[in-house]
């Protein structure tokens, strides 16, 4: 059973800041493309951005710049850098886990965390 557990989330000024990381278990780390999410107070969750299994990554266009997504395979663990945070970034931040890249970049994978929850103020 796939486990995703985020951490990393706070409080942050505008223009600083943060990053999120997630633990993964349960299958074969490297074998899969994994992905970040958000979801703002009111609003559907949203894609963020995707490492493939192979490093290539993707961006929603309203993060591309600011935030960086990365892996590390000896750890099982994919990160979220988040620089120049803007107010409109506060949100809960999902890591999800699929073998499919589509399936993130697409949302409509199943394997989600519990997510971590970023404010930014101004």
């Known amino acids: 059973q796939v486990q995703l557990v985020e951490s990393g989330g706070g409080l942050v000024q505008a223009g600083g800041s943060l990053r999120l990381s997630c633990a993964a278990s349960g299958g074969t780390f490297r074998s899969y493309a994994m992905g970040w999410f958000r979801q703002a107070p009111g609003k559907e969750r949203e894609f963020v951005a995707v490492?493939?299994?192979?490093?290539?990554?993707y961006y929603t266009d309203s993060v591309r710049g600011r935030f960086t997504i990365s892996r590390d395979n000896a750890k099982n663990t994919v990160y979220l850098q988040m620089n120049s945070l803007k107010t409109e970034d506060t949100a809960v931040y999902y890591c999800?886990?699929?073998?499919?890249?589509?399936?993130?970049?697409?949302?409509?994978?199943?394997?989600w965390g519990q997510g971590t929850q970023v404010t930014v103020s101004s």
């Open positions: 490492i493939s299994c192979t490093g290539s990554t």
């Open positions: 999800a886990k699929d073998i499919s890249l589509s399936n993130i970049r697409s949302g409509v994978t199943t394997n």
